[in-house]
């Protein structure tokens, strides 16, 4: 089983918590960064977390697994292999979050939805959006990290709360003092 003590130490030792000056995938800035591709990279990791999250919604029979791209298509894959059902993930085009691929849920699907790390939440209510307009039920959120509140209206839960500070760039303290900022997320805003 997973712990938040032995999850926060894990994401220590394997260089994912970073410390700097970073443009998180929302735009904020913060002087922490969870690299969350240090897990996402080894299986022997992953598939522990996935089935601690699938275990958790379980009882809410979901039906589908359904993520955010890029991070969230290794996570989604794994919680729908222990749930026993398919994964698939939401992407972008023409900057408009859709399913593609030939992917789709139906009103008859109960959707779980899952996310590496969550700091505001835009990724997640991207992929509530898309889910919601098929007209299919949400049965949770499940995420490995969140770094703040998190509140979509549906049963949440994390393997790890990891608050951090982020700020507006406009109120950044590291930027007043022109500390060099460093790009390492994968969304924008």
């Known amino acids: 089983m997973i712990d938040q003590h032995s999850l926060e130490k894990t994401l220590h030792d394997r260089g994912a918590l970073l410390h700097g000056h970073f443009r998180l995938s ?26 601690a999250l699938a275990e958790h919604f379980r009882p809410s029979d979901p039906t589908v697994v359904v993520s ?62 898309v889910v919601r307009a098929a007209g ?6 499940g995420a490995i990290v969140v770094r703040g509140d998190a509140d979509f209206g549906v049963p949440f839960t994390a393997m790890l709360d990891l608050p951090i500070v982020s700020y507006d760039a406009a109120d950044c303290p590291q930027c007043k003092t022109g500390e060099p900022l460093d790009d390492p997320g994968s969304r924008r805003a």
């Open 26 to 51: 929302s735009g904020r800035h913060s002087d922490r960064f969870i690299q969350k591709f240090r897990i996402l990279e080894d299986p022997r990791l992953v598939e522990p977390i996935a089935r």
């Open 136 to 141: 299919a039920r949400i049965v949770g959120v």
């Open 68 to 129: 955010a791209a890029v991070g969230g298509i290794i996570l989604s894959y794994e919680v729908a292999r222990a749930l026993g059902v398919k994964g698939i993930f939401v992407e972008k085009e023409g900057g408009v979050p859709t399913l593609r691929r030939g992917f789709a849920v139906t009103p008859q699907d109960r959707v779980l939805i899952v996310e590496d790390v969550i700091t505001t939440g835009g990724s997640v209510r991207e992929v509530l959006s």
